[in-house]
């Protein structure tokens, strides 16, 4: 119980950011347009940037649902070293802190600490590919609906990665479960 609570504590300490100004977040080119209901779901880790609260898993996993009190449910999973590795999951939820900024969502995994969640990147056609950053960009996931990425779809996500200023030297992907 002590590891999971200090892997909680550890990803809320590491996801708190100090704020970023709405000039910031134009600068960012958010996605417009997001359908919650939509983007809920499971989504599969394809690519991050190395993190200490998620450094050893493989397999990761987001999935948000939709609550009644209009936040999202976040459950973050992965295994540990291995495919065949320990589940490790970290709960929290997330909430859209201003309606008129769609592609920004502040995450918690410990109240009150929050962290901004920027999506970037969407496939606004089929909800199936994501690319969520955070504004001081030491934070970067790719995200798809399935195990496996196109690697032009990738290829596509990184450099707009790139273009918005993150370091994608420092981008790893991760080892997924075969369809």
Known sequence: MLKKTGLVLMLSIILVSCGVSDQELKEMNL????????YAGTWYEIARFPNSFEKGLVGVTATYTLRDNGKIGV???GYKNSLDGK??????????????????????????????YLILELDQENYQYVLVGSPGKDYLWILSRTPQ???????M????????????????????VKD
């Not at 929290?92 to 600490?113: E, I, T």
């Open 31 to 38: 996605v417009k347009n997001v359908d919650l209901e939509r």
């Open 157 to 176: 996500f990184v450099s707009k990665a790139q273009e918005r200023g993150y370091d994608v030297s420092k981008i790893e992907k991760v080892p997924q």
């Open 75 to 77: 459950l973050n999973q």
């Open 87 to 116: 589940l490790k999951k970290a709960k929290g939820f997330a909430r859209v802190p201003d309606k008129s900024q769609p592609g920004r969502l502040k995450v918690y995994f410990f109240w009150p600490f929050g962290g901004d």
């Open 149 to 155: 990425m196109d690697q032009d779809i990738y290829d």
